[in-house]
């Protein structure tokens, strides 16, 4: 396999929003992150990856840009950006940057242009369309955050495509000239030392032709889009183009979100030959329990459901290709919350197992920040509480329409809503955990008096310390990074086990995703004499018999077996 260092670095995604506000406006900024570069060196993290600091109106939290060339208001400013740049260089920290160019801001140039008459040069950077015989939408597609996916514009009596938001128009990536701009703006930036770009729901660049309708789903006004524009007909082409174009003069990371990809698509994304990108995140085990009304309807899932999803990435792309690893993110819930148990007995145990299972896998581990100190989801009472436009959009639609009661929809958004990831980081048990001297943009977490950074730090048994562990671990052992997966006791409920193997080495994860006390059973064909145990998350005796084993609630071990 050959080796590169974007396979053995970790990443540290910040949402500068939530991460450390430094003057007071409540509002994270770039200034705040550096102030927190020690502490990122500390955990020992290779790469930061920045969820988008371009300049912004904010519909969607800096995922509708208005000006690709310059930095949000409220995040600072070119010459922060610059010194943020270079003091994370000097602590040996890569920066990679929200590319987000499936959609722009309504409110960015090109589309005030576009806006102005049917023959401006700029009108053929979005996707336009007049509205069928009946006077409806040019299709059924639904956007993703509610209601549909078209706009009707007033001025030239045409509707554009918006898959997410209405201030978020898609651009359009069939015209040449568009593309050569987003090259150059991806040079602006790789020119000025960034090393890499995580790439906003990239595979929807290309959409189906004649953009046909699509299937409507039980319970769904609009119809479910996706496979019309997701993996549409041109998606290689433009990426190979872009590859040719920018991507291969420079020594960076990539990887794309990736809405919907399954295996065999991923393999041409990343695969090495194919001069796309390094790797994409997938969604098949953040949807897990998803139900009829995707995940505003959570149902219980079971363990063997995410082992059968990990264990087809890591032997799918083993060869060829390669994995991100992550268990949470700006748009999903809180990793403990989800996947663990964030019950006051449990909450360490399972954030600790969680991350070795995560960081055992072969493929590059994503840190979400909050992560590494087992932060939970959170609980607002209110709507109003919320700031998510997803989240507030689907409390109008299905309580609105009677699909889901108040207290149903309030629990799904307990569970599910992006927001739980995007409440600050909770630095110190003081006001505002240490985020913020202001009134923060999105409430704190009420448990930041118990968790957070600097009892985390104090504390040598902790989550944080032992993320250190895990992150020391693969740096000092190829076999983490590089190393072949093999599951064992699949179709067991509670314990994910698998091993790794280089050469003549073999590491050995046992994983208790349960309360309950399992045992787990050596299979007769791994021999466990000269083991030595990496990590684990409970006392253990290093001379106990690994053979059968009773396991304790969410323990966690990683054995180095000669």
């Not at 393999?267 to 995940?295: C, P």
């Not at 349960?514 to 253990?540: A, K, M, W």
Request: one cysteine or more; charged letters at 25%.
């Amino acid at each position: 396999m050959e080796r590169k260092w974007w396979k053995e670095a970790v990443v540290y995604q910040i949402y500068p929003r939530s991460f450390m506000d430094s003057n007071g406006d409540g509002v994270g900024d770039l200034q705040g992150i550096i102030l927190k570069l020690d502490y990122l060196r500390e955990l020992g993290i290779d790469v930061i990856w920045l969820s988008p600091i371009n300049k912004s109106p904010n519909d969607d939290n800096g995922y509708d840009i208005s000006d690709y060339r310059d930095i949000m208001d409220e995040f600072g400013t070119m010459q922060d950006f610059d010194q943020l740049l270079t003091e994370a260089h000097a602590r040996q920290i890569k920066i990679m940057l929200d590319l987000v160019v499936n959609h722009s801001s309504d409110e960015h140039p090109w589309f005030i242009e576009a806006r102005k008459s049917m023959d401006n040069p700029y009108r053929d950077y979005y996707m336009w369309r007049p509205g069928k015989e009946d006077g409806s939408e040019p299709n059924n597609w639904g956007s993703r955050f509610g209601g549909s996916a078209w706009e009707y514009d007033e001025q030239s009596g045409e509707y554009y495509l918006h898959i997410y938001s209405k201030k978020q128009p898609d651009l359009n990536w069939e015209n040449p000239v568009l593309r050569g701009e987003v090259y150059d703006l991806m040079r602006f930036w790789l020119d000025k030392g960034v090393d890499g770009f995580r790439m906003d729901v990239i595979n929807m660049l290309s959409k189906a032709e004649g953009l046909p309708d699509a299937i409507v789903k039980d319970g769904f006004k609009y119809g479910d889009g996706v496979p019309l524009y997701c993996d549409g007909p041109k998606i290689h082409d433009y990426l190979q183009e872009m590859n040719r174009e920018v991507l291969s003069k420079y020594d960076i990371i990539t990887v794309g979100e990736t809405l919907g990809v399954n295996l065999e698509q991923a393999k041409l994304y990343t695969g090495a030959s194919r001069n796309e990108l390094n790797m994409v995140f997938h969604f098949e085990h953040v949807f897990l329990g998803d139900g009829k009304l995707g995940k505003w309807s959570p149902q219980p899932w079971k363990l063997t459901e995410l082992k059968t999803i990990m264990s087809r990435w890591q032997y799918g792309l083993r060869e060829d290709g390669w994995n991100s690893l992550y268990w949470s993110n700006h748009d999903q819930p809180r990793a403990v919350s989800r996947f663990g148990n964030d019950s006051p007995e449990y909450r360490v145990l399972s954030a600790k197992m969680l991350a070795t299972c995560l960081h055992m896998l072969q493929g590059t581990p994503y840190i979400y920040q909050g992560e590494e100190i087992g932060m939970t989801n959170v609980r607002f009472d209110q709507v109003t509480d919320y700031r998510d436009i997803q989240t507030v959009n689907a409390y109008r639609d299905f309580v609105g329409d009677g699909q889901l009661s108040h207290s149903e929809m309030m629990e799904s958004i307990h569970q599910r809503s992006r927001d739980n990831g995007r409440t600050p980081v909770q630095w110190s048990a003081a006001d505002n955990s240490g985020f913020t001297e202001g009134t923060p943009w999105i409430g704190v977490h009420d448990n930041h008096k118990e968790i957070n950074v600097e009892r985390d730090r104090q504390d040598p048994n902790s989550i944080f310390h032992f993320y250190r562990k895990l992150i020391q671990l693969r740096k000092k052992h190829g076999i983490i990074v590089y190393g072949s997966y093999d599951v064992l006791m699949e179709a067991d409920e509670q314990i994910y086990a698998f091993t790794r193997t280089l050469d003549q080495e073999q590491l050995i994860v046992i994983c208790n995703f349960s309360d309950q006390t399992p045992v787990f059973e050596l299979p007769s064909h791994i021999r466990s004499e000269g083991r030595e145990l990496l990590i684990s998350n409970y006392e253990v005796d290093e001379q106990e018999k690994i053979d059968s084993l009773t396991l304790r609630p969410y323990e966690a071990r990683v054995y180095r077996l000669a």
